[in-house]
């Protein structure tokens, strides 16, 4: 698994993070996250599951997993979201690739925050997903169902 770790990029979040979740034409998506200090856009194609796999592994991070990471689609290139927890914070990296698979990773963002600012902009942004294009809309937009089942798992594993 590729590190994390905490070099003179990574950047101490003590403020806000902003995570949306936007479709655009058939099939595509525009996942952005932000923060006080930068923000990076990772397109994506639903040719794999990468909303049910964000959630899922945000979900395993407040459940108290310790490493995580998350391939987006994007034809021919790709984004990986690397997140590594320590305690009740969050280490986040997301890395372009140039071709999916290949070499030449970029970091595209980088980020620190807490495990639960990181869950409550997941769940926000797709509860706004929900509420802008009805569960139908999504499907019918992104032609894969709307990651229901995902987005309740981590709702539950945030309740005390």
Known sequence: MESLGHDAGSRQHGGRLAFT????HA???E???EDDRGAATAHVSYLTPAPEDLLTAVTR???GATAERVR????PDGFRWLFARDGDQVGIRLLHLPQDTGPGAAVAWTSRTSVDALSRAV???FDQVAFEHTEDGYRERWRRSFPRR????LR???RP
């Open 150 to 153: 995902e987005l309740e798992a």
């Open 123 to 125: 769940l926000r942004a």
């Open 27 to 29: 099939g595509w998506a």
């Open 21 to 24: 979740w936007t479709l655009q």
């Open 31 to 33: 996942c952005r996250v």
């Open 156 to 158: 539950a594993a945030r």
């Open 72 to 75: 987006f689609f994007a034809e």
């Open 61 to 63: 991070l407040v459940q």
